[in-house]
């Protein structure tokens, strides 16, 4: 009955798959495409809410781990075209720079123009010379904490990380506590079912996080 009740919620919220294809639970048939892929794409809305977070000012250098096919480096290329009309400045010159596992999906991002790597994030040797971080990480379990703190640890001091994160993060792993969402800006809610375009119907929000 467990196992019964387990399968229908998985049906409902979508399965919650790590990057590496060998820590993937097995496939079950019938699924969506994006699930059998272990992957749900950043829908436009929530890349916009996230990058709307970021200062172009001083041209930052902008890290996205995990990047897929580029839709949150989209979303920060609309962002530049809409600050360019609305401050009048003529162009904003931030460095991008996108890591990917997939090979296929790196290869949609780098046809778009960006420029991408094709790894695995936590094999990646960090360097603290990043401004920001943005990220939409693997959600299975606890996997995306590994992810954030090792995102960390690409920023220079005083950057920051903003991540879409599942609710539990808040709710059941105490990642993010109730002192920090009493005390700034730590977490903010994204819309219910911003991610059902891409096959799952779990809560997310926006977390910020500073420098290790």
């Known amino acids: 009955m467990l196992k019964t009740v387990n399968e229908g919620l998985a049906e ?6 790590p990057d590496c294809p060998e820590e ?10 994006s699930k059998d892929l272990a992957f749900y794409r950043t829908p436009d809305a929530a890349a916009d809410e996230l990058v709307s977070r970021v200062s172009l000012r001083d041209n930052p250098r902008i890290l996205e781990p995990s990047c897929g096919d580029g839709a949150i480096l989209d979303a920060l290329r609309r962002k530049v075209d809409r600050d360019c009309r609305q401050y009048g400045a003529s162009e904003y010159n931030c460095r991008v720079v996108g890591i990917e596992y997939d090979k296929e999906r790196a ?3 780098e046809a778009k123009g960006y420029r991408v790597q094709v790894a695995n ?3 990646v ?8 971080v943005l ?9 995306y904490q590994k992810h954030v703190e090792h995102a960390r640890k690409f920023l220079k001091p005083g950057g920051v990380v903003y991540a879409i994160l599942p609710i539990t993060a808040v709710t059941d792993h105490g990642f993010i506590s109730e002192k920090d969402l009493r005390g700034w800006d ?3 809610d994204l819309p219910i079912g911003s991610f059902s375009e891409s096959g799952t119907n779990i809560n ?6 500073c420098a290790a």
């Open 135 to 143: 990220m939409n990480p693997p959600f299975v379990g606890k996997h």
């Open 125 to 132: 040797q960090p360097s603290p010379t990043f401004d920001y």
């Open 121 to 123: 994030f936590l094999q």
């Open 204 to 209: 997310t929000g926006i977390a910020t996080f």
């Open 107 to 109: 290869a949609q991002a």
């Open 24 to 33: 993937a639970p097995k496939k079950r048939t019938g699924t969506a495409v």
């Open 186 to 188: 730590k977490w903010r």
């Open 12 to 17: 409902f919220y979508g399965d919650v798959l």
